[in-house]
């Protein structure tokens, strides 16, 4: 009843929320993407889109099909595999950036860890900024980071803007630095803060300084001062600064998946591919909590 095809790529759009996006990311023809959503929507015989020259939104019928879409697209792959006899094994080196700690990337790689059992994932959570530095010196086989601004390489997952974030009773002294939150260098959320501060004219210090997220969350929800962070990843118990406080905008931030370099085909290639695969397919639970 449902093309694979159309649903790969309603999940695209789904993810990045829009069609030219995910047009690049899926090596086709905005047209080609518009044309495979039409299809769709005929076929559900619902709008799964809200679209305007502007934004690109899920209606209450698309936050449905996007689970559907997901299922059927992961039992798809399952009996290709099996019907196919191709068996995935090896060593595959994954990075994950610390931002995704606590989303359901962890199911994820669970599902991936149960469809093809010999593949030996080894994991390293890290800084994103981190994290592209050990992609380039050939230590890790795949990536989902941030990507850094000056960068165009990588699989879009998903677009998201930063916000700043911190504990709902915290007020901000106009008269006094800003108390900021932040990973250690070279994280790319760092930079982005100071940077931002430093346009603005804008005095800071450091309240706190750690790599791990959890450390972060805790010294927020403490009132300690304020961090920047994906609007989709906000962690609970936080809330965004209100713009009162007149701290800068932060700009937009993509979230994309690496390649190793000068990748060959053979094992370490074509389990990348795979769990790339998975990941693109979930990408949507990658920006909602557990």
């Known amino acids: 009843m ?3 095809t159309q649903l790969r790529t309603f999940l695209a759009v789904a993810q990045t929320l829009s069609f030219t996006r995910a047009a690049r990311r899926l090596g086709l023809r905005q047209s080609t993407v518009s044309q495979h959503v039409r299809r769709l929507e005929d076929t559900a015989g619902r709008q799964l889109f809200l679209r305007d020259t502007h934004s690109v939104e899920l209606t209450e019928d ?19 595999a099996f019907f196919t006899g191709t068996r995935l094994r090896g060593r595959l080196r994954f990075g994950a950036s610390e931002d ?4 359901r990337l962890p199911d994820i790689l669970e599902a991936f860890r149960h469809d093809h059992p010999e ?3 080894e994991l390293t959570v890290e800084l994103s900024g981190t994290l592209h530095e050990q992609l380039a010196a050939g230590k890790l086989d795949l990536v989902l980071a941030k990507r850094r601004p000056e960068d ?4 879009p997952v998903w677009h998201d803007r ?3 974030i911190g504990a709902e009773r915290l007020r901000l002294d106009p008269e006094r630095p800003v108390p900021l939150i932040l990973y250690p260098p070279p994280g790319i959320t760092r930079a982005r803060a100071l940077e931002a501060l430093e346009r603005q004219g804008r005095p800071w210090r450091i309240a706190c300084t750690s790599g791990s997220l959890s450390a972060l969350i805790a010294a927020a929800r ?4 304020v961090m920047a962070h994906s609007r989709g990843l906000m962690p609970p118990g936080l809330t965004r600064v209100p713009e009162r406080a007149g701290l800068p905008e932060l700009g937009e931030v993509d979230f994309v998946l690496l390649h190793g370099r000068g990748r060959r085909p053979g ?3 074509d389990t990348a591919d795979a769990l790339a695969a998975a990941i693109l397919a979930g990408g949507d639970r990658l920006h909602r909590s557990r």
């Open 162 to 164: 930063l916000v700043w």
């Open 152 to 155: 165009t390489a990588g699989e």
């Open 100 to 103: 995704f700690v606590l989303t």
């Open 2 to 4: 449902y093309d694979p």
């Open 267 to 269: 094992t370490a290639a």
């Open 222 to 225: 403490a009132g300690l001062g």
């Open 62 to 80: 698309g936050e449905a099909m996007l689970g559907f879409a997901r299922r059927l697209l992961e039992v798809h792959e399952q009996a290709a």
């Open 119 to 121: 593949v030996d994932l």
